[in-house]
Every structure is written in C-alpha cells, then in structure tokens.
C-alpha cells in the first residue's frame, strides 16, 4: 500500500527560496556495503528502534543535516546530576554521624527528587516523540540555514488514525517539520509540515531483516515533501 501522507506550508515572505538538495539527490551507500539489520519483527519496539535509527544514519550523512543532540544532552545532565547528588549524599551521611548529616541527606534527597522530576518532565513535555533534530547551512545569493524536526510513533492496530493503513498491522509514523530562514534565523522563508505512516512489514521481511533502501526512499520522499510544502 502507498503511504498516506499529508503537508502543508506557510510562507513568510512572497518571494520563494531556492530548493536546496533533498535526501533522494544525495546517494547512499550500495547494499553491499551496508550491514545487514536484523530484529524481532514481532516486537514492535524493537521495529520502531530500528527505524529511527535508520533514519538517522540516512539524514545525518555529508551535505544533508547536522544532528542537533540537544534533548539527549539537557537528558543526560540532568540525570549525571542526580546521579551525582545522590552519590555525595550517601557519601556524606556514610561519614558523617547520624544527627549532624541529617539536614544535609534531606537537602540531597531533595535535590535529587526535583533533578528525576525535572529530567521525567523534560523528556514528557519537551522531548515527547522526537527522535531527530537536524540543521544545515546553504548559500544561494545568501546563507540560508533549514531545521528539520521529526517525530517518530508506532499506531497500533486498533488506533482509529486517519493515516493509519487498512490492513491489519501495526504502522511506522512520522510527523516532519522543516523550517527555513536567512538572516542568522532573522527572517523565516518558510515553515512545512508533513506526515506519513507505512506498515512495519513494508520494511521488514518474516526473518526482520530490514530493506534499508526501501525505507530510507520512503523517508526520503517524506522530508521532500516537507521541504516543499507539498504532499509526497
């Protein structure tokens, strides 16, 4: 089944940017150089991991887009930090007579609590379902700079999406966001929208290796459909 997919774009300004190069004008790598991916095809976690990181790999090659890993990093302070606090606490009350270390453990308990809290509220509501962020620069009479945000999700079975496929099988989701702008990100040319989802089994055979080209075209006419503006 063909991927359902949907797009749409605002433009900030009447005159139209340039297109730079999509993921499909760029070559990948031959089959035979790549390493094959095989996974549990009845374990749907295990299927979207695959794909994201697959889809990274294919995004994050030469003249596409540099991975921002800025959610992983706030991620990773946040947790080294309340690993930290948590190993100074129990160190100092180790060391320390009970009584004395007693204001000190509850104010190291405290702190670690809020930095878990912080670090569970960061992931929820920031990070939420993106698993790339990309950037790149382009100059055409001018530097351009483009973001691209992607979100990734499974849709279960029994989900009553819209772009879900008919068949009775679990899909690959993403939602795309791609934006342009010149002027140190000053002046936006435009900000696109796009979204699409395909059944796992269209990636994976019944042994769950993976048909990277197949899915990295797929991902490839997503992103330039966002790019775009138009459906893939």
């Known amino acids: 089944p063909q991927p359902a997919t949907k797009a749409s774009s605002r433009r900030a300004s009447s005159a139209s940017p340039e297109k730079p190069p999509g993921p499909l004008s760029i070559p990948a790598a031959p089959s035979s150089e790549r390493e094959t991916i095989k996974i549990n095809n009845a374990n749907a976690t295990d299927l979207k991991n695959a794909c994201d990181d697959a ?107 819209p772009i879900a496929s008919p068949s009775n099988a679990p899909s690959y989701s993403l939602n795309i966001t791609y934006l342009q702008s010149t002027s140190s990100g000053k002046s936006l040319l435009c900000k696109n929208r796009a979204q699409g989802s395909k059944e796992y089994s269209a990636f994976f055979d019944e042994k769950g290796v993976m048909a990277q080209e197949v899915f990295e075209r797929w991902v490839g006419e997503l992103v330039e459909a966002a790019m775009e503006g138009k459906s893939a």
Not at 94 to 113: D, H, M, N
Not at 116 to 132: C, K, M, P, R, S
């Open 55 to 161: 889809l990274k790999r294919y995004l994050s090659r030469p003249n596409l887009f540099k991975q921002i890993h800025l959610h992983t990093d706030v991620r990773l302070t946040l947790g080294w930090a309340s690993v930290f606090v948590a190993a100074a606490t129990g160190l100092y009350g180790w060391k320390t007579e009970f009584e004395q270390a007693k204001p000190a453990v509850w104010a190291g308990f405290i702190l670690y609590a809020i930095l878990t809290t912080l670090q569970t509220l960061y992931a929820y509501f920031v990070e939420g379902d993106v698993i790339f962020v990309g950037r790149r620069k382009s100059f055409s009479k001018r530097i351009n700079t483009e973001k691209i945000t992607i979100s990734s999700r499974t849709i279960p079975v029994s989900s009553p999406t």
